[in-house]
Each structure stands twice: as C-alpha cells, then as structure tokens.
C-alpha cells in the first residue's frame, strides 16, 4: 500500500510466559478510520504501546508517518496523539488546566488548535474549572479526546475510548470520529464492542495476541464460511440445549432474541422440515447475513 | 410467584441532586431482571441500595423480604453480588478466593472443599485451582466471579456489568450460567451495556434521569417502541434524558 502511514513488520512482544503479540503485520492507509477489535487481553493494548514508542517490542518493525517507533520515537511522539484506555490526564488540574498543560508541552496553544477540539470540548466547557478528578466517566472521555487532540496529531490512537460507556454516548462518541477524520486525521481505535466494526473503513480482528483477519467490515463479513441461520422460540435456552444435541447441527449460540445456528451440511434439510420445540411449536430457520460478531465466533472457533 | 424485589417510591438525594426519583418495581422469584440506563442515570445508586449498602432518603425496598433499610445486615446475607470492576483478589490463589468468599458468606467450614471441586469443575477451572487469579484471563475470571457469588445460594445475585470487554464466546457461556442459576430458582439482577443481553432477560427496566422509564419484557418493549430491537428500544428512552452525566 503506498499511501501507508503505519506499517508493522513482525512484531512479537511477549512478558515472561505469556506471548502477548505473535508475528503482527499491519498497515494502516493515510486518512482511515481503523478499528482493531478483540476482547480484553488479545494484545489490543500492548500493540497500541508499541506503535506510540511507549514499549518496545522484542522484535519486528514498526513505522508511524515515515518514523521508526525506537530510533525516531522523540520525534514521532511530537506527531501523534495517543488516549490510553486508562484514565491518565491530572485528576488534580481543572478541565482547562490540563487543556493548557498538553498544549503547552506540545509548544503549542489551545487557541492555535482550537477549532480541532471544539465540537468536543464545547461539552464540557461549562465544567471547565472542575477538576479532572470530579469529572463524570462521559466528561473525562470527552477531556482525555480533547487533550490527545490539541497539538493537532496527524494520527490518533485510542485505546478503548467506549468501554463501559453507554450505547447513546458511544453512538456520539463515534459521530465525533467521524469528524475528526473528515479533518483529515488519521485514526486507530480499539474496541471490545464488535457492533462498532461496522463504523470503521477496515478493522482487525485479534485474539490471542493473533490478527484473525484485517478487511473492511463487509469482506470479512462476506467470507464468512457457512450459512447462517436464525432460530427463536419462547424458551431459547431450551432450544438451544435441543440443537446442540442434534448431530446435524455445528454450532448453535445465542444472539439477542435469536439463535443463530450453523448446520454441518451445506445444504441442511432441517431449513425444509423444521424441528420442534419442547411446547411442540415449529421452529422455522431463516438464513441470514451473518454480522462481524458472527464471523468473531466463526474465527475463534477455528 | 413469590416477589423478591419489591420497591416502593424508592428515592435517593445527595444535596439538591435527585440521583433516585421515586422508582417502583418487583421482581419475582426466578427471572433475569435486566437494569439498563444511560451512564448517570442512576443504576448504580439505585443498585447499591438494594443491596443495602446505602440508605434511602425517602420511599421503602424489600429485597428476599427484608426491608433495605432497618434490616440491611440480613439484605446483604440472602444476596450475591460481582461487578466487572471488583470481584476476587488478584493476589490471591483461586481456592484461596473461593475460602474467603465462602466463610464471608457463612457456608459451612466442612463443605467448603467439596463446593470448591464442585465449582471449578462446573466451570471447567479444575485445574487452576492453584493458580493466582491475576494470571487468569477475564472471561475465566468472571465465570468464577459469577461462581462464588452464588456459592451459598443466595436468593438473588445482583450482576453489574459483568461481561463487560469480554469475548463473544465468553461472554455467552457467561449468560448461559446464568440461565442455569435460575433453574435452579435463583433470581438475577443484571445491568449491561450489550443491548443482545438485555434480550436474554425475561424482564427489562430502562432508567432515564433517575426514574424508571419503561419496564416490561424485551418482546413488548419492542413492541411497544415499534423497534427492530432493544438498541432502538433504549436510544429512543435514553436521547429524553435531560441530566448532564455528572
């Protein structure tokens, strides 16, 4: 890719016995929003160290906006701004204080950049002489967003911003994304939540410190290997307990009101037929698109 | 059915601020209770004073029929609880977690052994028994969350997002501990974030600035909302909210 402004090479990292990173490559184009997705201890968080200079790798390559992430790590820190998924900003400077200080640290001023930060900090102005501290967990999000902005960066990390936070300030969290990268920035965010895939211009899906598949949400749905059916009766739990009994049956798992239901022949005859349920109602299968989280199951399962 | 939960203008200030305003509710005895809100809407307090760690300013809950309020020591011993947040010692062995959470909650001292084998081989942990449990993976760790705090039967067990960050699979294995928990006639009182679990439950609340919004089962909610599903269902109840998340 020759618009590439990240690149990884082989990267490993491992702490004592555990392997956390295995042989990453990525590469991320200028200007994408790009989502890495896997749950809590797939290696999301050491790999975002890494590509911020924070950790170094124990070996492979990795090259940020034409930097290498040791050699040139003073300069590639001026460049890049990085929201750990941890609260890190001074839980004892104001909302405005700690706004100053960032910019200040990056020899810049919240005036010089403010127009990058405003449909975010706007929110929580109002507070702006609380302390970091005191603020609520949506407040200090939107605080930590505005302050790993301020030195305007050419390419954002954030790690994690939506865990824990509620599905309507995700949604605004997201739409604020949007139009970060309409300025032009480039951005690499993490996230448990596989229904925020679909909001990227291309994810990776890891685990296990392994890239399972990295494309736009709609290839990796569309290789998706099975036919996915749905299945839904007053007693899904019971229903489920009968299909994983089936020999005909793969996979049989619980998806909101739905099950969705992998057959091992690809054409089962149970989408003709139908099975029973306990209370002796049909139960119909109805094939389906499967959704990111469905090929997630699929990949891990492999 | 016999109710478990029952609450009655349950209200809750701190200062000026009505965190809890007036929320009436029961729960009866075996369902999966789904608590939902916003971030701030007031789940948490509303939670904590359930379980009998905080005290009500006005209006009156009944939880495994003791009152919350005079009666909070018995509240707290007919109860579980986990959150995502805190639940074991990291620094602790994994039989070690299980000792400490059983002689906390008064399981008899000649048992304890026998429900530690019976619990990590449920759970498929059998041989971890030794290990520390900040060395386990999340999802392992939540399952064995879940475990202890019903390792003395409680009459309910309040869950407060307890999959949150954890993988799909887990995630569901998770949900369908759950489901075997209240089989066997425990009641479930769960808040979370994934709007699929919130189809899992047999009944759903929806809190908005403090009050109880909508409450009924995922099916008539949808209904109700003329919604596709319970993530439309929420963002149309929650975007009302007029509270800032303070």
């Not at chain 1, 302390?131 to 301020?150: E, P, T, Y």
């Not at chain 2, 309910?156 to 998770?174: N, S």
Request: aromatic fraction near 10%; include cysteine.
């Amino acid at each position: 890719m020759d618009n590439a402004i990240l690149k990884c090479l082989s990267i490993n990292k491992r702490y004592g016995d555990v392997q956390a990173l295995t042989n990453i490559d990525l590469t991320v184009k200028k200007g994408e929003l790009f989502g890495l997705i896997g749950p809590d201890g797939a290696g999301k968080t050491s790999l975002f160290r890494i590509l911020t200079s924070l950790l170094p790798a124990d070996s492979g390559t990795a090259v940020v906006n034409g930097l290498d992430v040791e050699k040139d790590f003073r300069e590639l820190r001026r460049q890049i701004g990085y929201m750990p998924g941890r609260f890190s900003l001074y839980q004892d400077l104001s909302v405005e204080e700690n706004l100053n200080f960032f910019a200040t640290i990056f020899n810049t001023t919240v005036k010089e950049n403010y127009h990058l930060v405003s449909d975010i900090y706007r929110h929580i102005e109002p507070f702006k002489n609380r302390r970091a501290g005191k603020l609520s967990g949506g407040m200090k999000q939107k605080l930590a967003l505005s302050c790993a902005l301020i030195h305007k960066p050419t390419v954002l990390f954030l790690d994690e911003p939506t865990t824990g936070v509620d599905p309507v300030s995700r949604k605004e969290f997201w739409e604020m994304l949007k139009n970060l990268k309409e300025q032009g920035i480039t951005i690499i965010v993490s996230t448990p939540y596989m229904d925020e895939a679909g909001l990227c211009d291309r994810i990776a899906l890891i685990q296990h410190g392994k890239m399972l598949s990295v494309e736009t949400p709609d290839r990796i749905t569309a290789q998706f290997p099975h036919k996915l059916y749905r299945a839904e009766s007053k007693n899904n739990y019971a229903l489920l307990g009968a299909l994983r009994q089936n020999p005909e049956v793969k996979s049989a798992y619980m998806f909101g009101e739905y099950l969705h239901v992998v057959f091992k022949d690809k054409l089962p005859h149970y989408d003709e037929t139908n099975s029973k349920s306990e209370d002796n109602t049909q139960i119909v299968f109805n094939e389906i698109e499967p959704c990111i989280e469905d090929c997630f199951i699929a990949l891990m399962n492999e | 059915m016999s109710i478990v939960i029952e609450t009655q203008e349950l209200t809750k200030k701190f200062g000026a601020f009505t965190a809890v305003d007036h929320i009436s509710f029961s729960v009866e005895k075996g369902e999966i209770f789904g608590f939902l809100g916003a971030n701030g809407a007031g789940k948490t307090t509303a939670m904590r004073m359930l379980c009998g760690l905080s005290k009500p300013t006005s209006g009156k809950g009944f939880v495994a029929g003791y009152n919350i309020e005079k009666e909070s020591e018995m509240v707290k011993k007919n109860i579980g609880y986990m959150s995502q947040k805190f639940s074991l010692y990291e620094d602790l062995k994994v039989w070690e977690n299980i000792r400490l959470y059983a002689g906390i909650y008064g399981v008899d001292g000649k048992l304890i052994p026998r429900k530690t084998d019976e619990t990590l081989s449920k759970i498929g942990l059998s041989g971890e028994k030794n290990s520390m449990v900040k060395e386990l993976p999340l999802g392992w760790k939540q399952k064995l969350a879940f475990s202890v705090a019903i390792l003395h039967e409680p009459r309910i067990v309040f869950l407060d997002e307890p999959t949150g960050g954890v993988d799909p699979i887990t995630r569901r294995q998770f949900w369908e501990m759950i489901y075997e928990a209240t089989e066997r006639g425990i009641t479930v009182f769960v808040t979370t974030h994934y709007m699929d679990e919130a189809e899992y439950c047999s009944r759903v609340s929806i809190m908005v600035d403090g009050r109880i919004d909508a409450l009924d089962t995922p099916h008539n909610l949808r209904t109700q909302f003329s919604a596709q599903n319970m993530d439309e269902v929420f963002r149309r109840l929650a975007r009302k909210a007029k509270r800032m998340d303070t």
